[in-house]
């Protein structure tokens, strides 16, 4: 059997986005996001950081594009910082000039390089301002409102750019961002974290805001783009594997089943099947939004490829009772090890994060087998490294760690792809570059770039930089 399975314009690279790498939050006009206010907050980023100056890409766009050269990438998707382009982010406020030359000329530039550009509209960094004047993502008539305002401005301004992604892991800004509060902008219903909050209804709210806004940026860009920019748009939604804890236990196999549904099937169901999922209606009953006639034709078939963010797997244990009403995962436990004691993958840097090949295969056809065999375009996976940070620079560049998460994760594509016939057509590895790891701050890299944040935001190679093209080459049919 051939290993060459994937097609010949098979899209691979690496991804980024906006607040995680581009620094300069003021330059040129850009106005204040949700993140900035939130890394403000003492305590919210665990080495107190934040994005202000992070890798410094607003300034260095030529080195980024030199970095991708020199690994071969086909592609790069990264974001745009909404507030770059409508500082105060709404429909009737001023578009900033400088933000839109700013992507304009950087799109420009890939394409001469012959990199093809993937945008991501919303990577988590909302417009402070519209977070104070309405409530931000909580406001379904304004955000969806302002939102496609933004948008439109986007598809017009970057005719060249042929793949789209309105929002990334929408599931991250509703839960993290409003059940849990370790997101901006925090809201939660622990009184000790958050004034404000609702862990019990505001995620649910905010979930569905998105697929609203998602919906009627996606139809502008079919009715007035894609005629005659010849483009296509998605949605990203991150979602891990999953294993029951005890594969004896039917309660454990359908608890399994209710995690998935809890991530990913809360989002694309309603854009595939054009409904909630029943587990999820069943727990939350009214506190789930329910879909309008007009909402739910707006929403459903909304996706030209499905975006897929994947990371790591767990094992899935069943709850008994009751679930509270703070409750996001759907009743359940995520574990590590399953009842015979088995560990899932090693330790990384990252709490959350141990890399599981086999489960990536089998999340891959889960999707493909629920929602119709989508094309499906994989726009981030990766590893960070346990104690990276704390390793001298010549051992930071050697990370076989993370080339294997790479052998391993590529790997199980191709045999998703080759044997199990699920269509994928794009790989984005996460990420280009260390970066503004969120709430875990500096101290969690993710890059197959070493960025020294001391030494002037300097860019290294490592191992894994050089691993991903010859792997994706080996795999990719020449005609
Ligand atoms: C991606 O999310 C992001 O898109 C990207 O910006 C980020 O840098 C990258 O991962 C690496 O983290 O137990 O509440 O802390 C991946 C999906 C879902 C992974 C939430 C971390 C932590 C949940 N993320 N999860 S929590």
Known sequence: MTTKVLPKDFLWGFATAAYQIEGAPEADGRGPSIWDKFCAIPGKIADGSSGAVACDSYHRTGEDIALLKETGAK????SIAWSRI???????????????????????????EGIVPMVTLFHWDLPQEL????GGLLNKEEFVKDFANYAKVMFE???KVKHWITFNEPWCSSILGYNTGLFAPGHTIDRKKSPVGDSSKECWIVGHNFLLAHG????????????????EIGITLNGDAVYPWDTEDPLDVEAAERKLEFSIAWFADPIYHGRYPASMTAQLGSRLPSWTPEEIALVQGSNDFYGMNTYT???IKHKTGTPPADDFLGNLETL??????ECIGPETQSFWLRPNPQGFRNLLNWISKRYNQPKIYVTENGTSLKGENDLPLEQIVDDEFRAEYYRGYVGALAKAVGEDGVNVRAYMAWSLMDNFEWAEGYETRFGVTFVDYEGGQKRY??????VVGPLFDSYTKKE
Request: proline letters at 7%.
């Open 336 to 341: 590590f090890e399953n009842k015979a004691g």
């Open 216 to 231: 009627t940026a996606v139809k502008i860009y079919r009715e007035e783009f894609k005629p005659k920019n010849g483009g």
């Open 461 to 466: 190679l490592k191992k894994s930089a050089k």
């Open 75 to 78: 592609a790069y998707r990264f």
């Open 86 to 112: 409508i500082p105060l982010g709404g429909r009737d406020d001023p578009v900033n000039p400088a933000g839109i030359a700013f992507y304009k000329t950087f799109v420009d530039d890939l394409l001469k």
């Open 313 to 315: 797997a767990n094992y």
């Open 157 to 159: 301004a970057l005719p």
């Open 131 to 134: 977070d104070e004047r309405y």
